[in-house]
């Protein structure tokens, strides 16, 4: 009986307010008081069954909830033959409850289409060599399972046989197709857009990156902030104390009316449901932009920051050298294309690669006598011509005369924080390469988002020397940039600006050397596409490592402080009115009272929604 | 104490929970609950899950789910480890 009372809340809701509403309909149409009464006396028990209930088993565990309040004040107002309160406020308590299960489900909705994606079931191959379909909870790591289009990855795992591609929006929120062959890594959650292959499972359930990341969030969700905390003591007496209050009130005036409407006044909706609602719907936000935000703490900190802190190789750079500059000189350049590229084919040295790369394909010569001069490069002979590949020590040593522009140009080149590579051919200078880390393609606009979005300081820290450093900080225009840092120093860097300046900072690396600075910092950001040092050490995870996510995650931090705290007002700002009307005007009664107290919730919910909207301009 | 004590933890989806008090009801009745270990129930709002870890060989998973049905909420999964 009970559990069907309560599974039919809403039905009964809507019962009760058709009954409200025959109720009024005959009393002006007809002038049938009896009518009226009647309907209002059912619509009144109707709608308290409910509310009751809840409230007895609340008692039992021993919670003043607020279901205890609404039915005390109802009881009380039926007792003195209110039966217009009574049904009014328990038809608005019901009907409120129930917008607010809506709408609360639309603030969860971004999380909740996170967790839809885990996979449920997985092809495995059984002893007798067949795939058969099983419950995703009965693979174990070691099993053997087929993924075939269009289906979801179940587990994490290795491809053991076949390709195809997959779409990894679930783990790295970008909708690209990524080729898998055999060795290929696939991760639980993505899905196979065409082929078919096999999958050897690695990690399981939980253990999944996927698995991992709705965890966080989950559990990022219902973090609690300090302030949040506050509120929770505060409406576990608060709704007792509105109880004591009513009953207070009720002896020494003997106005039940009064006492009543205080009960209903008293109840805490708005204020407890305001923050939690605003949290919610900024991390989904975060979820469905590949922001992951680890917890309301995170939030606030974030959204208060002043100086952030980048580690340049792999997060303002791209990580590996590559040209960037170049000069030819002369004639026939062609053929000294060729020639260094025959000769850098044969060396393993980490700027060959990037140079091999520039050129591009190309047709290979036959390379002889080839001598490797230490630190300084490499000289050969390539089709009969004497062939230096290497620094301006090279050149000196191999006699290359240079003119004025080549050396302005040499000059401009080291500059800007490149290491040269200097062709000659037959002790004449034909090609000239600038070679360096370069930076990320956008960060020079991302950062000056974050600049607008109030960080004051934009700090860089790198192991280089300080020349590359200082190159790529007056081409981004931070305010300080510090070379030849080793982890310890950062971390070190970092303690001095929290401990000794006060300052709220965040700290942004790859995760994968940086970790003592990504714990340190009041927030650690990674870059890590899903890695697991990322994701653990660190506050906020920018999934597939996308640097242009960093604006946005600041900006929506900072929206969803400021949404918190609008809540925060309109919840106190309500109940101060509510107070103050019952005290000195005369219109303030127990429906009125639930009405702006329901309307108060609405009107969190749906301010916390707009988050869920949020885009940085 | 005594017999064998067997340890599991339970994760538990419930329909989606809208008022903050829900959640201390939940709590409060699964605390009542003779095997289950009061310091591991949790109840979180927003994902709307239980987790407890509890001795099977005092409780079940069946009892565990009739005590939050009781209550008036659905339990729409759980899953025992």
Known sequence: MQRFILKNKNSI??????LIAIGFLSKWTIDNRLVLTWSLITASILGVAPIAIQAYQALRVKVVSIDVLVTVAVTGAFIIRNYEESAIVTFLFLFGAYLEQRTLNKTRSAIKELTEMAPESALKQMED???????VDEVDAGDILLVKTGAKVPVDGTVINGEGSVNEASIT???????KEKGSKVFAGTILDNGTIQIVAERVGEDTTFGR????VEEAQDSKSEAERFIDRFSKYYTPAVLVLSFVVWLFSRNVELAVTILVLGCPGALVIGVPVSHVAGIGNGARNGVLLKGSEVISDFSRLDTMVFDKTGTLTAGNPSVAEKEYYGDDIDKALVYLASVERESDHPLAKAVLE????????????????????????VGGHRVAVGNAALMERERVTLDEKMKSDIDRFEKKGNSLVLTAVDGELKVLMGVRDQIRPGVEADLLKLKKLGVRNLVMLSGDNQGTVDAVSRELGLTEARGNMLPQDKSAYIRRLIEEEGQIVAFVGDGVNDSPSLALANIGIAMGGGTDVAIETSDVVLMNSDFSRLPHALGLTKATARNMKQNIFIAVGVVLLLLASLLFSEWMNMSIGMLVHEGSILAVILNGMRLLRYRLR | MKGVINMKSATIQLETLTCPSCMQKIEGALKAL?????????VSFNSSKAKLDFDAAKVSIEKIEDAIKRLGYEVIKSRVK
Not at chain 1, 129 to 135: I, K, N, P, Q
Not at chain 1, 213 to 216: C, G, K, Q
């Open chain 1, 13 to 18: 809701a809507l019962i009760g307010g058709i």
């Open chain 1, 129 to 135: 060599g067949e795939f058969t379909e099983v419950d």
């Open chain 1, 173 to 179: 929120g970008e909708s690209i197709p990524v080729a």
């Open chain 1, 213 to 216: 990341i709705i965890e966080l």
């Open chain 1, 358 to 381: 520039d050129i591009g394909e190309m047709p290979f010569l036959p390379v002889e006598n080839t001598e490797v001069v230490k630190g300084e490069g490499i000289v050969a002979s």
């Open chain 2, 34 to 42: 003779d095997g289950v270990d009061k310091d591991t129930v949790k």
